[in-house]
């Protein structure tokens, strides 16, 4: 009996391109025929590139219509292209960019979009309805493990309306240069945190006593509802006779506060509510084909209905700054965005590393050459919109609402951590190579850039955008697919990661000196 044909998938993304991605699941063997009559010289693997002309030593490798690398041999027409044989570019200048001058046409709004969630008194919707518990140094995690472990047993059964406790721990307050440059944006991510729209306003304080960072300091008046009255919500550790006093005062703080949220329901908001936050982790080199050009047209969908949405990563978009610059709502926007480049620039150099330290082993297993490369796949996120703002890290929106670059560093842990401070309730998290990344305080749909990662992560996946490249899905067609997804999810739909109970460690960014 013979084996079944496989027909070979190529997918080029520009027509200048002289390299494509094999799109088959496992890959292709040596020797299959490719459209248009090219023979493959070896095995490609799938997400890996082939040659489609002869290349020179030094001529450019062409992928998304820009040069990701240049041929550091010659290279024949069949050949598998991995980062052995691309020698990089330099990063692109920040001097010089187009400023504002790629205008989107006007698009008409989406109206009629709502979801189920939970307003607040500041004009914020929660997607879930969560006690956060903040703290002000990693000194009280282990008790408070415990309590909140006990709050999960104990009172959380009492209050079927709630549908969580998130300790908010970290490894800051305390051993750390607390009035150095930088040390603004650890402080600020935790007080922002805090406002989360998912915690509905109801945060508790656990502090230890003799940190750096106190409590009047990561809450000072008028910086969220309860520093007002801080000594209604907080609980000072070193006032306590022992252990069992401190866990049993914690709970009777908690019980206080999980009454009033029991008390909240549900009810109909527009989509215009939702901060959603784009991020990709274990890329592969089907990222930028499948998964995140999808969320690239959900986020256009998501903006016509008048949402919010976050993109980040600064060395993972740092070689499209000129893309970014130009799709800057106004000069002053494409500024911004020069000036986060800049920071991150000076921040890499002064710890001896530039933006090639990004790209990791599975990245380039996955058939990602270098972060050149992974940038064009991972901006296309943003979709087409125009960029209307810039936040630094561990910035609030404060209220303002479109298309937000959130500057932050490209890590899973910290990028999640500083779109939680930003305000985010809602996650996207796109992956080729697979992780089982989830986030406690807000909703993470996992999107999977492959029909087999999806198939065999079956129960972490949420969302498999394989299938365009299989042609069962068009890029549309998966975005709006998505965008129908995330207004079920924000309506209480939960994710496989909450039905796990999967969820990271936040993790603070602190460009500070430690002490």
Request: glycine fraction near 10%; charged fraction near 20%; charge should be neutral.
């Amino acid at each position: 009996m013979t084996a079944p044909v496989r027909v070979p998938v190529l997918v080029r993304m520009h027509p200048q391109d002289n390299v494509a991605v094999v799109a088959n699941d496992g890959g292709l063997p040596a020797g299959t025929r490719l459209p248009g009559g090219l023979v493959l010289l070896e095995k490609l693997p799938q997400a890996h590139k082939v040659a489609l002309r002869d290349l020179r030593a030094g001529d450019p490798v062409r992928r998304y219509g820009v040069t990701i690398g240049h041929a550091a041999c010659d290279i024949a027409a069949g050949r598998w292209v991995h980062e052995r044989l691309l020698t990089m570019p330099e990063a692109p200048g920040l001097h010089g960019l187009p400023m504002a001058t790629a205008q989107a046409p006007e698009v008409p709004p989406l109206a009629g979009a709502t979801f189920q969630g939970y307003r607040n008194a500041d004009g914020s919707v929660g997607t879930r309805n969560l006690l956060a518990i903040s703290t002000t140094v990693q000194c009280v995690a282990g008790v408070l493990d415990a309590a909140v472990d006990r709050i999960r047993r104990e009172l959380l059964p009492r209050y079927p309306q709630v549908d969580g406790v998130v300790a908010l721990t970290h490894a800051y307050g305390c051993g750390v240069a607390i009035d150095a440059p930088g040390a603004e944006i650890p402080i600020r991510t935790l007080r922002h945190l805090a406002r989360n729209p998912n915690f509905g306003g109801e945060v508790m304080l656990v502090s230890l006593g003799c940190e750096k960072l106190q409590p009047e300091r990561l809450f000072p008046p008028g910086s969220i509802p309860i520093a007002g009255d801080l000594a209604a919500h907080h609980v000072r550790l070193q006032d306590d006779e022992g252990f069992g006093a401190m866990v049993a005062r914690i709970l009777r703080q908690a019980d206080t506060h999980l009454q009033r949220l029991n008390a909240r329901r549900r009810e109909t908001v527009p989509a215009s509510a939702l901060v959603v936050g784009m991020q990709c982790g274990g890329s592969d080199a089907l990222s930028g084909v499948t998964a995140n050009p999808a969320v690239g047209a959900c986020t256009d969908l998501l903006l016509r209905a008048g949402a919010t949405v976050l993109f980040s990563e600064t060395t993972e978009v740092r070689d499209a700054v000129a893309q970014l610059t130009a799709r800057a709502r106004t000069p002053a926007v494409a500024q911004r965005i020069v000036d986060e480049m800049a920071w991150t620039d000076a921040y890499l150099a002064r710890g001896g590393v530039d933006r090639s330290a990004n790209t990791t082993p599975g990245n380039k297993a996955g058939g990602l050459a270098n972060i050149v490369e992974k940038a064009m796949g991972s901006v296309v996120k943003s979709g087409s919109r125009p960029i209307d703002g810039v936040l630094s890290p561990g910035e609030h929106l404060d209220g303002r609402r479109g298309l937000f670059y959130a500057a932050t560093p490209a890590s899973d842990f910290i990028c999640g951590t500083l779109q939680l401070a930003a305000g985010m309730n809602l996650h996207v998290f796109t992956t080729g190579r697979g992780t089982p990344y989830g986030l406690a305080a807000c909703p993470v749909l996992k999107v999977a850039t492959r029909s087999e990662l999806a198939r065999r992560w079956h129960d972490l996946m949420d969302f498999d955008a394989g299938r365009i490249a299989s042609g069962e899905w068009s890029v549309e067609a998966a975005g709006q697919a998505m965008f129908d997804q995330l207004l079920a999810v924000a309506g209480g739909q939960r994710t496989w990661a909450e039905r796990h109970g999967l969820a990271n460690d936040l993790v603070l960014f602190n460009p500070a000196p430690v002490t």
